[in-house]
């Protein structure tokens, strides 16, 4: 059984940086793409970055020039490397992966940003 762990939420003051991990346990198949998701209080679920298994990438404008995704295909792992945060950046931050056509997601990670 596939299970997504995320790791790395907390809370960070303006200006400052997290760094999200996503690994994905239990997988006996190649993960082709790996994305970040986060929701803010109210607010539905929006995309940050996407990652494919060659290491295209792709944001959300709101978070490009700042957040950086990145992935280990030994570990199964995809990383996002948030840098000058802003609290607009606040929410739960998801993971999700597709592999044999099959979409996996992790139960998300909090990240607050104090002004």
């Known amino acids: 059984q596939v299970q997504l762990v995320e790791s790395g939420g907390g809370l960070v003051q303006a200006g400052g940086s997290l760094r999200l991990s996503c690994a994905a346990l239990g997988v006996d198949f190649t993960i082709d793409d790996m994305y970040w998701y986060r929701q803010a209080p109210g607010k539905q679920r929006e995309f940050v970055a996407w990652?494919?298994?060659?290491?295209?990438?792709n944001y959300a404008d709101s978070v490009k020039g700042r957040f950086t995704i990145s992935r280990d295909n030994a570990k199964n792992t995809v990383y996002l490397q948030m840098n000058n945060l802003k609290p607009e950046d606040t929410g739960v931050y998801s993971c999700?992966?597709?592999?044999?056509?099959?979409?996996?997601w992790g139960q998300g990670t909090q990240v607050t940003v104090s002004s």
């Open positions: 999700r992966v597709v592999g044999r056509a099959i979409n996996y």
């Open positions: 990652i494919t298994k060659s290491g295209f990438t």
